[in-house]
């Protein structure tokens, strides 16, 4: 006699996204096991006198969504320190801050304890590309937050931040010693307040939040995900605190998204050490690659380039980690047995990556699924060799919101070199395998999806399927996940996300798409019908 199932899911436009255009109308499930695909009646054979039946009332479902890169931990301070993606000048931004320091001596005062004046104000995710006064935040905007307490604000890139005169005073020795580049100064050589990449270093640690802030942090970014449809993500990890919180809620059962934590190159020795090795760990929580830089981002103008800036002719970006250390780095890593991920923005940087994976002497970068991180400018060469060499292109589709007429990315590149960024369509017919992911900014699947669908660049735009494969099964390929993740099939793991109206009916406007219910391993995770 056949088992029967826990929960089915019914009455539903369920697509597969295994093969073209396959579509079902049910599925069984069984210890988080998809165990049959059909019809209502068919599926419904396995209904016991325990079975949850679920039903979709015609909604799609679809493989739950897998952000192939993210910043779970920043993602959640948006929700718990202040958000400044929603600001539309410095002022606003300047009046969040202000706000959150209210909050902060309200909090004090409410606990009967003084304001610790060493508790900063910090704020995530302002882009001032967006603004009528195009600059970044400086000193004089965050010293009218406070002249007191500590106050930062990072971009949504976190290539740049922004300080008060406090932590200027505070980190003068750190900030003294970093390049001189990374600091930038004033007409009187005065700190503006404004830092790029290593200089930003010793502020974000300075201020990282401890084991319970990270606690908190780390469950309102997850209850965030599972609205989003997100039952998975490959977190590339600046909390040191973030692994232990992942590790701590899994093993409680609590847990509601699988995470693949990348760790930064300079964990390498102690990852060999205690034998955490690529895909070791749990169902829901594994180690993935070894993660590094090699250059910045467009909004800081440090993004590598082979041609100088449209907006600043004398300059072609920073080196944030040189292309010999970054051989040397992955030819450790790739011996051992690791994967390798990089961050390369410019096409310099780009290069510099596909050569370093070329020159690794263990196995080839396709066997070992090396990656590269955002590739948002890539030409034709680039794009050959990431298919020769089977290197996965994890890349972040939301970032086409700068690639509209007068966006951050013409301001930075020209019109010509912006028709060649996010090259999704040239990546997919060359065979390249494309990993889609948010890179937190913001965290958001369906948005990702819009913008590829609808790119500027209408010969770079990809089919609705395309776009909802590189977010499901493009993202399980790259996390060595294609067997139990990423396609609604028997014998896969039942990650699902059912939304309140078609994709393909709705290709002009999928991001105003609703999810209904995201259920990972079986479990309803969010329900918002």
């Known amino acids: 006699m056949t088992e029967a199932a826990d929960r089915l899911f019914v009455n539903g436009e369920i697509h597969t996204l295994a093969a073209p255009d396959e579509t079902h109308e049910a599925v069984a499930v069984r210890n988080g096991e998809i165990v049959r695909l059909g019809s209502t009646r068919d599926v419904e054979f396995l209904e016991g006198v325990d079975t949850d039946v679920v039903d979709l009332d015609g909604r799609v479902l679809l493989p739950g969504f897998v952000d192939a890169h993210t910043h779970l931990t920043t993602v959640g301070r948006y929700l718990v320190h202040a958000d400044l993606s929603t600001a539309d000048s410095p002022d606003e931004a ?25 508790d900063p104000v910090l704020g995530y995710g302002y882009d001032e590309s967006t603004w009528d006064e195009d600059r970044y935040l400086t000193r004089s905007d965050l010293d009218r937050v406070s002249a007191d307490r500590p106050v930062a604000a990072f971009r949504e890139d976190m290539h740049v931040a922004a300080v008060n005169g406090v932590v200027l005073d505070r ?266 992911g948010s890179d937190g900014m913001p965290m958001d699947p369906l948005l990702g999806v819009h913008h590829a669908v609808n790119a500027p660049a209408e010969a770079q735009r990809l089919t609705v399927t395309e776009a909802l494969r590189a977010y499901t099964r493009g993202a399980a390929y790259a996390g060595f996940d294609e067997d139990r993740l990423g396609t609604v099939a028997v014998g896969n793991r039942a990650d699902l996300v059912a939304l309140d109206a078609s994709p393909w009916e709705r290709s002009a406007e999928i991001r105003d798409v609703d999810v209904a219910m995201t259920v990972v391993d079986g479990d309803v995770v969010y329900d918002g019908r």
């Not at 300047?94 to 060493?118: N, Y």
């Not at 693949?260 to 829901?284: F, K, P």
């Open 94 to 118: 300047v009046d969040l801050l202000a706000e959150r320091a209210t909050e902060l001596e309200r909090d004090a005062a409410e606990s009967d304890g003084p304001a610790d004046p060493d």
């Open 171 to 436: 980190f003068a020795a750190a900030l003294d010693a970093a390049p001189d580049e990374t600091v930038p100064t004033d007409g009187n050589g005065e700190p503006t307040g404004v830092l790029l990449e290593s200089a930003i270093d010793p502020i974000y640690e300075a201020f990282e939040s401890g084991p319970a802030e990270t606690r908190e942090i780390v469950e309102a970014a997850l209850a965030d995900c599972a609205a989003k449809g997100i039952t998975g993500f490959h977190d590339m990890v600046r909390n040191s605190h973030a692994p232990r919180a992942y590790r701590e809620l899994d093993a409680a059962g609590e847990l509601t998204a699988r995470v693949r934590i990348n760790y930064w190159s300079d964990h390498l020795d102690a990852l060999r050490e205690v034998g955490l090795t690529t895909n070791h760990g749990s169902d829901m929580v594994e180690t993935g690659a070894i993660k590094s830089y090699t250059d910045g981002s467009f909004g800081g103008r440090t993004a590598r380039l082979a041609e100088p800036y449209a907006d600043d002719p004398e300059e072609t970006g920073q080196w944030v980690v040189d292309p010999d250390e970054l051989a040397e780095t992955v030819t450790a890593a790739t011996e051992a047995g690791y994967q390798f991920t990089a961050h390369a923005i410019g096409d310099e940087a780009v290069d510099a990556v596909l050569d370093a994976y070329e020159g690794a002497s263990r196995a080839d970068p396709g066997e070992a699924r090396h990656r590269i991180e955002h590739v948002e400018l890539a030409d034709d060469a680039a794009i050959d060799r990431l298919a020769e060499t089977g290197v996965v292109a994890s890349v972040q589709p939301n970032f086409l919101k700068w690639a509209g007429s007068d966006g951050l990315y013409e301001a930075r590149l020209g019109s010509e070199r912006t028709a060649a960024t996010n090259r999704y369509r040239d990546m997919l017919d060359a065979g390249v395998r494309l990993a889609f």
